[in-house]
């Protein structure tokens, strides 16, 4: 089960995820965000930890090819383009920056097949990206990506070991429920996330 911790705000918090086994950690450049961090700070938490895990640049409101050459500049894996952007603002990163994923709420007319815009995976988010909010597992199957994708919303600790045997994703990304304050990370809460992601088989 691939693990990413997401909106990490330390080179504390990112080292805690890596040490508890998380496959990849991400870091936010947006306004609108409670996790929003300069490059420089971005840059510094990366450098942290870039040997030991991938590492994610998460942008929802930055022109495509600004992010691009932001991700660039931080050095990260991953650029993660959050929400609207088209098919063409991803060629736009993707003449720059290899690796990018595609993040979208689960809506009635999602697009779901991978690489629909040239990704290489897809993030399955709730409908207000960090806010907690979970999108409905009730019947999973009915709408499941066609390719290798992440299940986020509203997963926390004690309820992403169901949550991943419900929608049976490649893996899960958490932030707001392993934070004690609204963009601040529990330590504690992400070694229990990850150990909870990986108990199931």
Same mark, same amino acid.
């Given at each position: 089960?691939?693990?990413? !911790?997401?909106?990490?705000? &330390?080179?504390?918090?990112?080292? $805690?995820?890596?040490?508890? =086994?998380?496959?990849?950690?991400? !870091?936010?450049?947006?306004? =609108? ?21 991938? %590492? ?16 660039? @500049?931080?050095?990260?894996? !991953? ?6 952007? &088209? ?8 003449? &720059?920056?290899?690796? !990018?994923?595609?993040? %979208?709420? +689960?809506?009635?007319? %999602? ?9 290489? *995976? ?5 409908? @207000?990206?960090?806010?907690?909010? @979970?999108?409905? *597992? ?5 709408? @499941? ?5 992440? *299940?986020?919303?509203? +997963?926390?600790?004690?309820? $992403? ?8 994703? #490649? ?8 934070? #004690? &304050? #609204? ?14 992601? #990986?108990? $199931?088989?």
């Amino acid at each position: 089960m691939f693990v990413k !911790v997401c909106g990490l705000d &330390t080179v504390e918090s990112a080292r $805690v995820a890596v040490d508890a =086994g998380a496959d990849a950690i991400g !870091v936010v450049i947006s306004d =609108g965000s409670p996790r929003n961090l300069s490059v420089e700070v971005a840059t510094e938490i990366v450098d942290a930890v870039r040997a030991d895990v991938q %590492t994610v640049l998460v942008v929802s409101d930055l022109p495509a090819a600004q992010a691009a050459e932001t991700a660039l @500049r931080i050095g990260v894996s !991953v650029l993660q383009l959050h929400g609207g952007y &088209t098919s063409e603002e991803f060629a736009q990163a993707r003449r &720059t920056f290899e690796r !990018v994923w595609r993040a %979208t709420s +689960l809506g009635d007319d %999602t697009d779901l097949h991978v690489g629909a815009r040239g990704e290489e *995976l897809l993030l399955l988010d709730a409908p @207000r990206a960090g806010s907690g909010q @979970r999108w409905d *597992l009730s019947n999973p199957a009915s709408r @499941r990506p066609d390719g290798r994708w992440l *299940l986020a919303g509203g +997963l926390a600790p004690d309820n $992403v070991a169901e949550a991943v045997r419900l929608a049976t994703p #490649r893996g899960v990304d958490v932030s707001s429920g392993v934070e #004690r &304050t #609204r963009g601040v990370k529990d330590h504690d809460a992400i070694r229990a996330f990850v150990a909870a992601a #990986r108990s $199931v088989g």
